[in-house]
């Protein structure tokens, strides 16, 4: 069973995940929009370092915060409406109904885990995943979608190269 | 043709090198380091600076040696006029030639040096002292007599050349006054000894002839 | 009041601080002597409440120095466990405040000292004194410079936006002290041992860059803005060689864990040659590579475009006063001290002494001096070097570092599976030779040391 420390963690990360991601969508400066994402991103991050997987929270933040994050916020700069006072629409009341529709269907989902029988059993806790285990089984099992995703990021950089050049020649 | 090759970082190098002696040499001698620390030391001022006047005197008597007169031709001449006399009158109300006030503001002064160019007496002249900062306008920065009163040996020190000069000057003054003096002095005695021996005559002249005596016995 | 009229606080200290202005020395002298004479009565009161126990973990300590801190922290604990009787829970925290604390208290005043450290090697290697009137040889200086920021008005513009305006220094300020807490300070010594260090390195350089955008927008600027935009940049290109470099000691030492990669760096060849990478030929040339990077990542000379006062005032921290900016330079220098932590941990071995009849000296303490050498290189740098120009800055990063950052995991590979012998060094060293020369000359094709030609003036 969870320790309370771990229980405290627990609650106090998801409720900041929570409250980011609700600002994320709710809030009406989009700047603001786009850091409460970071947030959200850092959150998760912390989920991930309380299950244990260290390897994946850290490069959740590296990744996510540190190059997904900046980069929305690029986006959001350049693609900024002309006048500054264009906000976003906060929360307003007719969205009450839909609310109460994903409330629903939440409770409906939850009850349908919490009965179902596999959660009853009990099931070890998986063994803690080492960067070494992690590695080999990059270089040698998936050794396919490693180098699938090698390509496709070689692709980007060049599109994104191209894309400069252009605007430079004005072809 | 360009040099095939080029190691890059080698210029940053020798540029730390140069760096790394001119840190080491800071430490060593004034050649890397000549930073004056005032006030701890300072530099020596040149002997032609000049900052605000002050008034000389010869000898001990800070204020019976002064050479200044009271004249005011430097109070007349001041454009900013910030110089202020009051000539020192005896029981009778006759002029001595001395100042009783002789006030310098500083807050307008403007260095002209035209009150040293006027005076006669050679008694104002410019000093290089320039540490006059205070919180006040009118206690510290206007400069009474005994404030403005320095001896001529500290003229000397500040502007040697100039002072030899005035000095040669001052003596030459002195020396042609007392040859005038002398020569009128000597004019005076021939013109007395010349009036001395015409009455001597005229009294010889008047005495009468020895051999006619008065024959009225 | 007029500024002659003195504030009554003032006049009730005014006697105090006249004599220690007028006797600098005797102040400092009755100062330590008052602190020594109540930390002495302290510490016998403490004393009181279980006796022996303070004596016997400073006697601990002083027996083996090399883990001096260490036992010096358990005696203390033993003391609280025993004379005051501490929970264990208020144990294990008392610990990690204990650890908190030194680590502040140290990096503090390395922070503190580096300030005036800097400011006076720049000013030595101008031709000048620096700052030399606050205390003996301006000791105090970072004080005053304390007390100046704290009393400085906040100014915050009225366009920015607060909440951002406000969070930007304290993001940028917290990955820059959690670094330190991962740096391997001597054997066994690392406040967290964390199995992927190096990875938790990174993503908190990677966070810095979130708290960078955050001042440039919040300000409502736009120099703000451009300079955070090029910050944001120039921190992302120059991440890319950081990580190259550390991937090939990450990849020679087996482990991402800067414990596991100090310990890796132990020993002697020849018995007084250290086995740190740093003698390799990749490992030489990956610290130039890791130390130049580090120098971009942390904004610093040449690598100044963001901050540099001629161009964008303070870039991203023009709007800042008083407090907020003392926290973007402390962020800055201890983002500094982190990274020639690393540095020191990954390229120079760490807490080992560099010759095996110095070893006397404890590991700490040899951290330390590394770290403090690569703070010196790095003033000594910024003492040398212009700025560089905002395409050289890219260009430099994209078209030579990172094919020299590849070269170098192919020469560390090819190193390592020679086995140790001479053909494998001289391949290696030839592998970091050839493209760096080639590179070299591509970058210096590319932007050539020429004279500056005007496009529309006639000489």
């Known amino acids: ?171 | 043709m360009k040099n095939p090759l080029t190691l890059p970082g080698l210029g940053i190098l020798k540029g730390m090198a140069v760096t790394a002696r001119n840190l080491v040499g800071s430490y060593y001698g004034t050649k890397r380091l000549h930073t004056i620390s005032y006030p701890e030391e300072r530099l020596a001022l040149p002997e032609n600076s000049r900052n605000f006047p002050f008034l000389v005197y010869d000898g001990e008597d800070a204020d019976g040696g002064l050479r200044c007169t009271a004249c005011r031709i430097c109070e007349k001449e001041c454009p900013p006029q910030v110089i202020t006399i009051v000539p020192e009158r005896d029981e009778n109300g006759k002029l001595t030639k001395h100042p009783t006030v002789f006030d310098i503001d500083l807050n307008a002064c403007m260095s002209c040096q035209i009150c040293v160019e006027v005076c006669p007496f050679e008694s104002i002249k410019m000093d290089s002292a320039f540490e006059y900062s205070s919180f006040e306008h009118v206690e510290s920065l206007v400069l009474h007599k005994s404030d403005l009163a320095k001896p001529n040996s500290y003229y000397h020190d500040i502007k040697p050349t100039e002072a030899t000069a005035v000095d040669a000057n001052l003596e030459a003054e002195r020396q042609r006054k007392a040859e005038a003096a002398a020569k009128k002095e000597a004019a005076l005695q021939a013109k007395k000894a010349a009036a001395a021996a015409k009455s001597a005559a005229a009294d010889a002249e008047k005495t009468p002839p020895t051999p006619d005596t008065d024959a009225s016995d | 009041m007029l500024p002659t009229e003195t504030q009554p606080q003032t006049q009730r200290i005014r006697p105090a601080l006249n004599f220690a202005a007028r006797r600098p020395w005797c102040t400092l002298a009755l100062l330590i002597a008052a602190a020594l004479v109540v930390g002495t009565g302290v510490l016998f009161l403490l004393n009181l409440k279980a006796p022996g126990l303070l004596t016997a973990a400073l006697m601990d300590a002083l027996s083996d120095p090399g883990q001096a801190p260490v036992l010096l922290k358990q005696g203390l604990l033993n003391y609280l466990e025993n004379g005051w009787s501490f929970a264990p829970w208020m144990l294990e925290l008392t610990s990690i405040f204990m650890v908190i604390g030194t680590l502040l208290a140290v990096f503090g005043v390395i922070f503190a000292l580096t300030s005036l450290v800097e400011r006076k090697v720049l000013a030595r290697i101008q031709n000048r004194f620096g700052p030399n009137r606050v205390g003996p040889w301006g000791l105090f200086q970072p004080l005053a410079d304390a007390v100046k920021m704290l009393i400085k008005e906040d100014i915050v513009p009225t366009g920015a936006d607060k909440v951002l305006h406000l969070l930007a220094p304290i993001i940028m300020l917290v990955p820059a002290l959690l670094v330190l807490a991962i740096l391997p300070y001597g054997p066994g010594m690392a406040p967290i041992e964390l199995g992927v260090g190096i990875l938790f390195f990174f993503a908190l350089g990677a966070t810095t860059e979130v708290g960078v955008f955050m001042a440039g927008w919040g300000s409502n600027n736009k120099y703000s803005l451009i300079g955070a935009m090029r910050s944001i940049a120039q921190m992302i290109s120059y991440e890319i060689p950081l990580f190259l470099a550390a991937l090939s000691v990450v990849m020679l030492s087996g482990s991402l864990s800067p414990d596991a990669i100090v310990s890796a760096q132990s020993g002697y060849a020849f018995s007084f040659v250290p086995h740190w990478f740093v003698f390799t030929p990749w490992g030489f040339a990956g610290f130039v590579l890791f130390f130049t990077a580090a120098l971009a990542e942390s904004n610093r000379s040449p690598f100044d475009l963001p901050e540099g006062e001629s161009e964008l005032v303070a870039g991203h921290m023009t709007e800042y006063s008083g407090f907020k900016y003392a926290v973007f330079f402390m962020a800055e220098y201890i983002g500094l001290l982190g990274i020639c932590g690393f540095a020191v941990a990954l390229f120079l071995g760490g807490w080992h002494a560099p010759l095996p009849w110095l070893e006397w000296i404890p590991g700490y303490l040899w951290f330390f001096i590394k770290l403090y050498s690569l703070v010196l290189l790095a003033i000594w740098v910024r003492g040398t070097v212009p700025r560089m120009r905002g395409d050289h800055l890219m260009g430099f990063a994209w078209k030579f570092m990172i094919p020299m950052g590849f070269a170098i995991i192919l020469a560390a590979a090819v190193w390592h599976y020679a086995g140790g012998g001479v053909l494998g060094w001289v391949a290696s060293a030839v592998i970091v030779l050839m493209p760096y020369l080639a590179l070299g000359r591509v970058v210096s094709i590319q932007y050539p040391a020429s004279r500056r030609v005007y496009r529309f003036s006639e000489s």
Request: net charge negative; aromatic share 8%.
């Open chain 1, 1 to 171: 069973m969870n320790s309370l420390s771990e229980i405290i963690a627990f609650l106090l990360i998801s409720s900041l995940t929570l409250g980011a991601a609700i600002a994320a969508v709710g809030l009406r400066n989009i700047v603001h929009c786009g850091l409460s994402l970071a947030v959200f991103f850092v959150g998760v991050a912390g989920l991930y370092l309380l299950l244990g997987a260290e390897f994946i929270g850290f490069i959740q933040l590296l990744v996510y915060v540190g190059a997904v994050a900046v980069l929305i916020m690029f986006v959001i700069l350049l693609t900024r409406p002309e006048d500054e006072a264009a906000k976003l629409p906060g929360l307003r009341w007719r969205q009450l109904p839909g609310v109460l529709i994903a409330a629903g269907v939440f409770l409906v989902i939850y009850l349908a885990i919490m009965r179902s029988p596999s959660l009853l059993r009990d099931v070890p806790e998986p063994a803690a995943l080492s960067i070494q285990a992690v590695g080999e089984a990059l270089v040698s099992g998936h050794l396919l979608a490693l180098m699938a995703i090698g390509v496709l990021l070689t692709a980007a950089l060049i599109g994104a190269a191209l894309f400069a050049m252009e605007g430079e020649d004005g072809k």
